[in-house]
């Protein structure tokens, strides 16, 4: 039985034009019913079972509020309960250091970024081993480097990433209740987003979010 992912994604500078074609690489037809949506909300409202939410973007289409504190407690609920989360690169946008989706979810938050794409060199940390990083080597492209605050404390930092200004966090992992976060920066820019690196550092991020609730 397929598993199902929403993926959240398109903003004015993360458009659906730019992702959805990387996306249809990561998720097998055969394995994956992908939902497409602009609004996490469509999570919190779906009475379905969710295997995975992939947030590209923070989910909140022009002329919605931001996402509240009280509707990130029930999104991370679904989590507890087996759901996985990905936030890919802007889905990492917008979470305040005292939200729930910092303090109790993702532990990573964006800070800013470079001001042009610059080449970022993205590579697994020495002596780390994980699903995650099966068949990762490390890969090279044009992209909006992230910085990002991330509390070491709580999660498994996996890889860095390094820009002619700075090395930052670039992949970490860990579990929340019954489910299981990942987050990750690259991703801005197609070359990134569709390194074939990055597909499989996707695909793995993936199947490993969703490993333990789905038969």
Known sequence: MPKTVYVIRDDFYHPKEVIDP?????????EWNVV???????????????????????????????????????FIARVKDGMGVMFVHAGLVLIEEDSPFYQELNSGRFLGHSHDHVPVVNVPIRNVSHPILEGITGFTAMDEHYYCQVDVTSTDMLML?????????????????KGKVVGMTPGHTTEALGNPQM???????????????HV
């Open 36 to 74: 497409l949506t602009n609004r996490l909300r469509d999570v919190l409202e779906s009475e379905q079972s969710i295997d995975l939410t992939m947030l590209f973007t923070v989910g909140r289409p022009d002329g919605e509020n931001d996402i509240t504190h009280e509707e990130q407690n029930r």
């Open 161 to 177: 990433s390094t820009s002619e200004v700075v090395t930052a966090a670039c992949a970490w992992a860990h579990t929340v209740g």
């Open 199 to 213: 597909i499989v550092l996707m695909q793995n991020a993936a199947n490993w979010a969703t490993s333990q609730n």
């Open 22 to 30: 990387e996306i249809s690489k990561v998720f097998n037809p055969n």
